[in-house]
């Protein structure tokens, strides 16, 4: 298995953090395609660091990547980030 990373605005998903959600929510984030490998984990990079992450719970071409809330984490991007869509790391 592989994880996803998407760099995003820290403001598009601010709503999607664990400490903001009832229990039981589930959100999706549209990349613009679907991956083709099902990832374990999604991360989300501002360009330098990665600031969330979450385990993925579907993929799918309406909604696009599926996951649990996310947590809050900060460490440096595993790969160079893409400006758009995602990348597998």
């Known amino acids: 298995m592989t994880d996803i990373l998407i760099r995003a605005n820290p403001d598009k998903v601010e709503h999607k953090f664990a400490d903001k959600?009832?229990?039981?929510?589930?959100?999706?984030?549209?990349?613009g395609v679907k991956p083709r490998q099902y990832p374990?984990?999604?991360?989300f990079t501002d360009g330098t660091n990665v600031y969330a992450e979450g385990e993925v719970i579907d993929v799918n071409d309406f909604e696009g990547v599926c996951f649990e809330p996310l947590k809050?984490?900060?460490?440096?991007?595993?790969?160079?980030?893409?400006t758009r869509g995602f990348t597998y790391v």
């Open 21 to 31: 959600v009832p229990v039981g929510t589930e959100y999706c984030f549209w990349t």
């Open 40 to 43: 374990k984990k999604v991360m």
């Open 72 to 82: 809050r984490v900060n460490y440096p991007q595993p790969k160079k980030a893409p």
